[in-house]
Nanobody, 116 residues
């Protein structure tokens, strides 16, 4: 059974930092690209970043230069380092397993709230 478990969310002040983690099990983690996707209150899903199986990364325009996606294949863990957080970054953050057909497995999410 595939499991993706996010952690690291919480309340942070504007300008602060958080690091999200996503523990993966039930599949060969190193073989797959992995993504972070977020959903702000009352809004749709927004893709945040992806890291390929080879370690190449891409970030959405709204987070570029502030967020960094990474992975540790030895630990089967995906990360999202978030710096210079803004209130607009408030959302539930999900990690997802990527395939050529799209994101086929999702975690339950972790809530990030950016507020003074």
């Amino acid at each position: 059974e595939v499991m993706l478990v996010e952690s690291g969310g919480g309340l942070v002040q504007p300008g602060g930092s958080l690091r999200l983690s996503c523990g993966a099990s039930g599949f060969t983690f190193s073989n797959y690209a992995m993504s972070w996707v977020r959903q702000a209150p009352g809004k749709g899903l927004e893709w945040v970043a992806v890291v390929t199986s080879g370690g190449d990364t891409s970030h959405g325009d709204s987070v570029k230069g502030r967020f960094t996606i990474s992975r540790d294949n030895a630990k089967n863990t995906l990360y999202l380092q978030m710096n210079s957080l803004k209130p607009d970054d408030t959302a539930v953050y999900y990690c997802a397993k990527d395939t050529t057909g799209g994101m086929d497995e999702w975690g339950k999410g972790t809530l990030v709230t950016v507020s003074a």
